[in-house]
């Protein structure tokens, strides 16, 4: 084991905790603001999966469920190594994950691209292994594309954001944008329930939204 490595380091291959083979929780069925499912693996017809990371999940999910096209939200865990970890062993460091959350949506209602620009308003994609005082590879900024359209996408619009923050005096995006398989079940592991809809749960709960406070260029 590496006793140098920070919490601000990835965990390199084979150093991550190996975790379990099952989700040692349970998951309630139904979505408490969209009644719908909260486990998606099976989408309505014509649906599709985005997911993204952006610092603490409970604010990144509320923000995601008041978007009219959404069919449900979920906040999980993506982008590591460790299987079906808990949030403890993510937020200690030694998983690889970053805190996601999982939109199944209508493209006929909302577009993906609007997706993005939204994941970009509402979080700082310039600050590496962190969001505001949330200091950690947990909080790190991903968006994991769902298809090769979707992957697309995603980088021109980082491209189009990233020219307009430089023009602002910001520094470089550090998102991690990935394309990924969303029938593996290593893509994205659930949280706990307890996480699921935090907000509407916890109303006067913890919202990080370390913004740029710069809007998406029309």
């Not at 993204?52 to 990144?60: I, Q, R, S, V, Y």
């Not at 079906?84 to 030694?94: A, D, K, L, M, W």
């Amino acid at each position: 084991m590496n006793f140098r490595r920070t919490k601000t380091t990835l965990p390199a291959p084979g150093e991550a905790l190996a975790g379990r083979p099952e989700r040692p929780f349970h998951l309630a069925s139904r979505h408490l603001v969209l009644d719908a499912p909260v486990e998606t693996r099976d989408i309505p017809a014509g649906h599709e999966v985005a997911i993204f990371g952006l610092g603490c999940f409970w604010g990144a999910e509320e923000l995601y469920w008041q978007i009219p096209g959404v069919w449900s939200t979920s906040v999980g865990y993506a982008g590591g190594q460790t299987r079906n970890p808990t949030y403890e062993e993510v937020c200690s460091g030694r998983t690889g994950h970053t805190e996601a959350v999982r939109v199944v949506f209508d493209p006929k209602v909302v577009a993906y691209a609007d997706l993005v620009k939204r994941f970009f308003e509402v979080h700082d994609p310039t600050q590496g292994m962190r969001q505001g005082n949330d200091v950690g590879t947990q909080y790190r900024s991903a968006i994991y594309a769902t298809t090769p359209e979707q992957e697309q996408t995603a980088r021109d619009l980082t491209k189009e954001y990233g020219e307009e923050l430089a023009r602002r005096g910001f520094d470089e995006i550090t998102t991690e944008i990935e394309l990924v398989d969303d029938a593996d079940p290593a893509t994205y592991y659930y949280a706990e329930d307890h996480h699921q809809q935090y907000l509407f749960k916890n109303p006067h709960g913890y919202r990080c939204h370390a913004t740029t406070g710069v809007p998406f260029p029309a």
